[in-house]
């Protein structure tokens, strides 16, 4: 939060760029389909929202939407023109000076063991 649309637009991106971008909640059955025994799942989360980790997430997210290869990758696959890439780098640097800022993410993980 906020949300913006180039930030909307900038997940559709990085989604694109993962070949299952929600593929974590299908890790535990995945392994016992794989043949594990005993598999444990869990989560763990990540959070931004103190003015200095808001910053730095604004900023890594810019820089990563004005890096070359990304836009090269971007432009060839029809994910986004190079344009649009800088409006999204602009649109987390906004982001990341706004008051109201803040970001969650979760990661699953899973280990799985064999007899």
């Known amino acids: 939060a906020p949300s913006w649309p180039a930030l909307e637009r900038s997940a559709e ?4 760029t993962r ?7 299908s890790l535990r059955g995945l392994l016992h389909e ?7 799942a869990s989560v ?3 959070w931004q929202g103190d003015e200095a980790s808001v910053r730095l997430t604004g900023e890594w997210n810019a ?3 004005e890096s070359e290869p990304f836009i090269a990758q971007a432009e060839a696959r029809g994910w986004a023109a190079r344009a649009e890439m800088r409006e999204i780098a602009a649109a987390w640097r906004s982001w990341s000076a706004d008051p ?3 970001s969650a993410a979760f990661w699953c993980q899973a ?5």
């Open 13 to 16: 991106i990085q989604r694109g």
């Open 111 to 115: 280990l799985g063991w064999r007899e």
């Open 63 to 65: 820089r990563y939407f």
């Open 44 to 46: 763990a989360a990540q």
């Open 100 to 102: 109201g800022a803040f």
């Open 34 to 40: 794989a043949g594990f025994v005993r598999v444990a």
């Open 19 to 25: 070949q299952n971008a929600f593929i974590g909640k």
